[in-house]
């Protein structure tokens, strides 16, 4: 019996696969799937109890399924961390590693729902849970108040994706094929780029308009600031159904890789069932939920005891942690000169949260009465628009070399220097409250 008969049977499904389409291969369910293992198809086969075998396949296929599953302990142990007192700096690091895995199981377990579903259901199912760390963690931010953690997480994502993961994609793909010449197709990378700088433009109009009044001589006001705010974060929501419908129905060609990811093709059906797959999802969904509380809610501490800024931690340490798995697929497949699949995780992944998740958290932000703008400081605006602009002109020609992805690199590390010594107005606040808590101030544990 195989894998898939297994399956169906273990979840009262019986079909025929071989006739329904298959789910669109895009380059984040490819990537995702570098750090999965081959499991024993025969594991649990012998027992008796249909229930006890559906349990111990779904714990192979989803718990041991990635080369990553070591990191799942962090998950206890940041648990045991919260409620016995160890530390908040240890509950931020240990919940920050915990989040690693699920992000990828996360992947996992939307692609096998997608085998259900059908190509266009899976697809935007795909596209919507690609960023699900993130959204979750910006969620409890918003109700927590800490709109500039927000911020500084969003932000820190769409940079990573720009700068870390698409430059050292380039770079080590360009080292690993010193003898060939990288070509990639431009055209999806042109569409990406297009939405990033509609995205950048809608950040910058508050710091625009605020930058002229005072010229003039007048004050600048909040509520025209929102109410702009909220204007482009519609406008920007509208333009991401457009671009799902580009992606997704007349230009789907563009965005499916056509690339398999293993040459025996043993990932083509699914290895679980859909009621299995969708509960193990809303499970790991809450999981992420609570890891993300506890990054929220002791984020501060772990900037006061480690003496370092909180934009620092949120723009640069939590995008790197949250999305490794992701991003170490796109470096893999740069290095097997598979540089198409490479942009479409990096440059997909940042236009999602650019023209996606930022616009939506404004929009949630409005209905529960709290006032988030798209307002960005001179260094953050600035960041942020000059990277996209590079990325832009590091791609214009279709080709890649090392140098290009090395350029990327270094401007990554001047923007994560500039956080880390110059603190933003919230890490100054912190510093200060830090200081009347405890006689040692910011140093203080």
């Not at 081959?38 to 559906?54: F, H, M, Q, T, W």
């Not at 199912?125 to 927000?150: D, M, S």
Request: aromatic share 8%; with cysteine; glycine share 8%.
């Amino acid at each position: 019996m195989g894998s898939n008969e297994a399956c169906d049977l273990e979840n009262g499904i019986v079909n025929d696969s071989s006739n329904e389409p298959k789910p669109i291969k895009t380059a984040h369910s490819l990537s995702s799937s570098l750090l999965r293992k081959k499991s024993d198809v025969v594991l649990g086969l012998n027992i008796r109890s249909s229930l006890a075998r559906r349990i111990l396949r779904n714990l192979q296929e989803v718990i041991f399924g990635t080369r990553i599953c070591i990191l799942f302990l962090a998950i206890p142990l940041s648990i045991v961390a919260k409620y016995q007192n160890f530390g908040r700096p240890w509950v931020f690091a240990l919940s920050l590693i915990g989040l690693a895995p699920l992000a990828e199981r996360v992947s996992f377990l939307t692609e096998q729902i997608a085998y259900y579903t059908g190509p266009t259901v899976g697809g935007l199912l795909n596209a919507t849970c690609g960023n699900a760390t993130e959204l979750i963690i910006a969620i409890f931010a918003l109700c927590q108040g800490k709109i500039a953690v927000l911020k500084y997480s969003l932000l820190g994502s769409v940079l990573s994706n720009l700068l870390l993961v698409l430059g050292s994609s380039l770079f080590c793909g360009g080292l690993a094929n010193l003898s060939k010449e990288q070509k990639f197709d431009r055209s999806q990378a042109d569409v990406n780029i297009l939405l990033l700088l509609l995205g950048v433009f809608c950040h910058s109009l508050p710091l625009f308009s605020q930058y002229t009044v005072e010229t003039a001589g007048r004050t600048s006001s909040a509520s025209s600031v929102l109410l702009l705010s909220r204007v482009s974060s519609i406008v920007l929501l509208v333009a991401y159904i457009a671009y799902m419908f580009f992606q997704l129905k007349t230009h789907q060609q563009l965005f499916d890789s056509g690339e398999e990811p293993d040459e025996n093709g043993e990932d083509e059906h699914a290895v679980i069932g859909f009621w299995s797959a969708f509960s193990w999802l809303v499970g790991m969904t809450a999981v992420i939920a609570l890891l993300s509380e506890y990054v929220v809610g002791t984020i501060e501490a772990a900037s006061i005891s480690w003496g370092i800024p909180i934009s620092f931690l949120s723009i640069i340490l939590l995008p790197i942690v949250g999305n490794a798995a992701e991003h170490a697929g796109s470096i893999i497949f740069a290095y097997k000169n598979k540089l198409d699949i490479s942009l479409g995780v990096a440059l997909g992944s940042a236009t999602q949260i650019s023209i996606f998740l930022v616009p939506l958290c404004v929009i949630v932000a409005w209905i529960m009465h709290i006032k988030m703008d798209l307002s960005l400081s001179i260094l953050e605006t600035g960041s942020l628009a000059v990277s996209v602009l590079i990325v832009a002109f590091t791609l214009q020609d279709g080709s890649s070399h090392y140098m290009k992805g090395g350029v990327l690199l270094f401007v990554y590390m001047v923007i994560a220097t500039s956080f880390l010594v110059l603190p933003s107005q919230t890490d100054q606040a912190n510093l200060i409250g830090s200081r009347l808590e405890s006689p040692v101030g910011y140093s203080a544990a």
